[in-house]
Each structure stands twice: as C-alpha cells, then as structure tokens.
C-alpha cells in the first residue's frame, strides 16, 4: 500500500469529525511530512504523538482537534499491536509493586520543580480545580482544598494523613487554616524535598515512602490524584492501607480521574511519556476494591472542571517558555503541550471523569451531610 493510500485511510477516518487535513479552521490538521499517515495509522495514539513531538503535523488548537478524535472513538479504532501486547502484560505483571512503585516520581514528578512551580498555581495543587464561584486557577484550587475540608469535617487538632502527597499543597492549607496537623507520603524526592520547605513551621511531616509503608493511625485520611498510580491489582491493597489507619469513625476522601470502562491499561503515548505504570480507574475497579472495607457516603463528579484547569496549566507553561527553554528541549515542549490540550479535549468531550468520593469505615450515624 503507497502513502495516498494511508492519507486516504487517514482522511475518511477523521471526515466525521468534520477535521480537513490542511484545512484553515482551528481544529484542521497541518502534516508536514507525508510519513504521518502511516505512522499514526500503524501506531495509533503513540503515533499520533510521537509525530506531533516529531514536528511532523501541527493544528491551531490541539484541544478541539483532540476533543473531536476522542468524540469519534478512533482512539479505541486505531490501536497498535503495542496496545493487545499491554493487555497481556498487566494480566501477569504487577507494574507498581515494590521498587516499581517509585518509577512515576522519577519519571513524572521529579522532571523539575521549575515547570511545575511554573504551571500550577501558588499552592502547586496538581489536581483538577473546583471553578464554581472561581475566576481565576488560584481560586479554583483554593476552594477545591477548601471544599475537601470540608467534606472530611477537619477540625482544629486533627491529624490527617495524604496519600500522594505532591509538593504539600493540601495539608499545608489544612494546617493553616483549620489547624491540623499532617503526614504526607510521596514517592518523589524532588517533591518531597520542595513540600519540606514550603511547609517549614508548620506541624507537617513529609516522608518519601510508598503507601504500603504507612504506619500509625489518622483521624482522616485523603488522596488527591494518586490512586490513578495504583494500578488494578493494588486497588484492593491501597484501600486495605487506608482501611488499617483510618481511625473507625474518621472520613476518607479519595479524589481521582475516573474512567468509564474498567481497563488493565493506560493509553500508550501516556504510558510511555508522561505516567509510566499508571492506569484511570473505573466506577467497578474502585467499587470492588472497597467491598466490606468502607461504605460509600459521597460521590461527586466535576470532570468538566479539569477542562479550564488544565487550559490554565497549558496558558503558564507557554507563558514561562522563553525561560524554561533554557533547561527543555523543544521536543519536551511538544510533548508537554501534547499532553496538556490532548487531555483537556478529552475532559472537554466527557471520555473522562474526576470523582471526589467520601468513604466511612462503619458509615455516619444519621447519614453524612453532604456540602455540594
């Protein structure tokens, strides 16, 4: 088969979508090099990655191009031997156990504190912010911490521990401004290292360990964004973790991406380039895990809200480029760009969800009072 073959595949492919190649409107494609349609064709969405950081094809706004491909499937029509060869894999390989556990932070987390210092908002709260009654990223982020105390029911005293901790966001404004005391467990130096210093004269403790390794007993416990880190056959593990040091009339709140479809593995070009051993979990796969160890008092869905966060993120990193380009290749740019607006357009086409939801470990005596 020649390459106008591959153009043509390409071409009726993404006609239902209403996305010309080389047209003029913000979400057509531009290819650059006539190896694109034969890559993206055998590869699927690494293909479609890997070129765009290849420079082989550019569009205007990769967030409405990317919103239109997830609305019409072909990330689940086009997939590579890559894909089915995964699937076996995470059937008979636990990705995430032991030293493995620590894989993300080195790849993802410790890629430098400058980015994130640059892309996030002044707590550095890497999680989908809440927007209702927010206009700016700063805000959005302080009333999701908020909102999370308070669906917990923090009180002045409390000590609550953070599973995935990040650079220490959360629990240094729940120490500011409910008057806890917090533990955080990450599994990046580089974020360790930077939480420490943020949380200086603060009844913090921030420790570079595994979640398997938690020891004591917390009045709350919470996890914003990490149990996407877990992996499928640790769910059950991870909230047997929570379960043994939550004490029995605490709150535990989980906060995570959430998937429609129950998978043993995360798309490929993420896989490869951004969140290594990392998969969504499904409303199943959380449910499952949590049977006889919890009873579920609250399940919130805001998915939309990590469209306008992620944009945020995507409008700081362009904005601080001129001096990150000192330390990033162009190609790094690329690839970060393609995983910002490729991510946006998928919470923007509804193909993801995030999901806050409060767990009880004997349920709340005349049912929990919920806040949204």
Request: aromatic share 12%; proline share 2%.
């Amino acid at each position: 088969m020649n390459n106008s073959h591959f153009k043509k595949a390409v071409k009726e492919l993404i006609a239902p979508g209403d996305i010309k190649i080389n047209g003029t409107r913000d979400w057509d494609i531009q290819v650059h090099n006539e190896r694109f349609y034969s890559r993206v064709l055998s590869g699927g969405s690494l293909g479609l990655g890997e070129s765009y950081m290849d420079g082989w094809w550019d569009v205007r706004h990769l967030d409405q191009f990317m919103e239109r491909i997830l609305l019409l499937g072909l990330d689940k029509k086009v997939q590579s031997w890559r894909v089915a060869m995964a699937g076996l894999l995470a059937h008979v390989v636990n990705a995430q156990a032991g030293r493995r556990a620590f894989v993300i932070g080195e790849r993802h987390y410790d890629t430098g504190n400058d980015l994130f210092e640059r892309m996030l908002d002044k707590r550095m709260t890497y999680t989908c912010g809440f927007w209702k009654d927010a206009m700016t990223l700063d805000e959005a982020q302080e009333h999701k911490l908020d909102l999370v105390c308070k669906k917990i029911g923090l009180k002045k005293g409390d000590h609550v521990l953070d599973i995935g901790c990040g650079w220490g966001g959360f629990l240094i404004y729940a120490a500011e401004k409910y008057g806890v005391r917090g533990t955080g467990v990450t599994v990046s130096k580089e974020q360790a290292a930077l939480a420490k210093e943020r949380a200086k004269g603060l009844p913090i403790e921030i420790m570079v360990q595994d979640y398997r390794a938690v020891q004591g007993t917390f009045d709350h416990v919470i996890s914003l964004g990490m149990v996407e880190h877990v992996g499928a056959k640790n769910h059950r593990t991870f909230m047997e973790t929570v379960a043994r040091v939550l004490k029995d009339d605490g709150l535990f709140l989980l906060h995570t991406i959430g998937s429609s479809k129950s998978e043993l593995t995360g798309d490929p070009w993420f896989e490869k380039y951004i969140f290594p051993n990392s998969l969504v979990p499904s409303i199943g796969q959380i449910a499952c895990a949590s049977e006889g160890l919890f009873v579920m008092e609250d399940w919130h869905n805001f998915g939309a809200y990590y469209d306008p966060t992620l944009m945020a993120w995507y409008h700081n990193v362009e904005k601080a480029w001129p001096e990150l380009s000192q330390k990033y290749s162009e190609r790094f740019h690329r690839m970060w760009r393609f995983y910002l607006l490729s991510s946006a357009g998928m919470f923007r086409s509804r193909k993801g969800q995030l999901w806050q939801i409060v767990f009880a470990k004997n349920g709340v005596r005349g049912g929990y009072k919920r806040i949204i």
